[in-house]
């Protein structure tokens, strides 16, 4: 589940954080990465634990419901959310159940939450017509769920600032997990019934050696990487960027070194999208044409072994670096 674009975020915060952190140690430092990186995967499950959280809750207002209605002679309410054949077999999920016990993940504390989203639910269009449906089917079960989590959940400001309480290291990470989540949820198979596998925490072994190898290489050649940088820079006074900015070209570079197999123009396009998230506004253009002309010195200096297309024009940076002053924090 932890992929690379997840390792890069991470890595950028605590690169930052390391060198705002004056007890600069860097076993502690790849200690954090690797916990933090831990934290997502417990977000990832907490998440899909709401989604039985809610499931339990609905069942509870239908058995409710179902009580009210023998005793005024009404029509008894419908079971078929409650008893969503998708979420049934994910409240069943051996792995998650596993997880859920392992690392006490529970959203009993937080009910309120849960409740407001069974009442955002039920109000909904779709609730509406996935209940008046005839479609029964274990698909349209399951696509009901993947509605509800992209309309309801994946941008509810409430169960953010909820997830938030719960674990700082998740306020950057819900928007990916996110799509994890989501991912999830479209390969439930009925077949594989409570076996069914939920996604890894790492793909495989390699994801995790590139977030070691990206930190470490990054923090042990800080001043050759930012020497090239200021070989690069056209003597613009170093100490005016803005000092995210200087943090993301360092990472970048050192990825362009460490990892021969990724191609130069994915660094940068990554970096680039890192600096419009966590710098300033102009910094994603500075850093697009800063981080061109340091890998062109690269490989034109036999440091890097790589190939990049032909500059069209001058690509190198044209304006002036986003000044200190304008940063923006963190």
Known sequence: MINRELIRIKIVQLTYAYYQNGNRNIDNAEKELLFSLSKAYDLYNTLLALIVAVTQEERLRVEIGIQRAKRERKEEPSLRFAYNQFAVQLEENRQLNEFMEAQKITWRDDIEIVRKLCDQIEQSQMYQDYMADEDTSYDADREIWRKIYRRLIQDNEDLEQILEDKSLYWNDDKAIVDTFVLKTIKRFDPKNKSKQELLPEYKDMEDKDFACRLFRATILNSDTYQRYMSETSRNWDFSRLAYMDV?????????????????????????????????TPRSGGYINGMLDSIARYLIDTGKMFKTMAAPKGNVAAEEEPAGEENESEE
């Open 247 to 279: 943090v993301i070209m360092q990472i970048a570079i050192a990825e362009m070194l460490t990892f021969p197999n990724i191609p130069v123009n994915v660094t940068i396009n990554e970096y680039v999208d890192l600096a419009k998230l966590y710098s």
